[in-house]
């Protein structure tokens, strides 16, 4: 059962991404939510921006180092 669910889930999403036209990123997030793929990658992407802000506290104090660590953080809160 368990296979038959999976590999039918694979002949779908391949389907998706095989498809003409736009749309393709709204029609597999269900499938990302449900593998939890969307979470995996939002955790490693936070892990990702806490490194590069990490990274930043080597230099010294500026406005640009103020608009450097914030970018990490806006595109790990950006949403499907």
């Known amino acids: 059962e368990f296979r038959s669910v999976l590999f039918r889930s694979v002949r779908e999403v391949t389907e998706l991404l095989t498809r003409e036209g736009n749309g393709k990123r709204q029609s597999l997030v269900p499938y990302l939510r449900s593998s939890g793929a969307l979470e995996y990658a939002q955790q490693r992407a936070q892990e990702f921006a806490e490194r590069a802000r990490s990274e930043l ?24």
Not at 57 to 80: G, H, M, N, T
């Open 57 to 80: 506290q080597e230099l010294p104090d500026s406005p640009a180092k103020d608009v450097l660590e914030e970018i990490p953080y806006f595109a790990v809160s950006r949403r499907c």
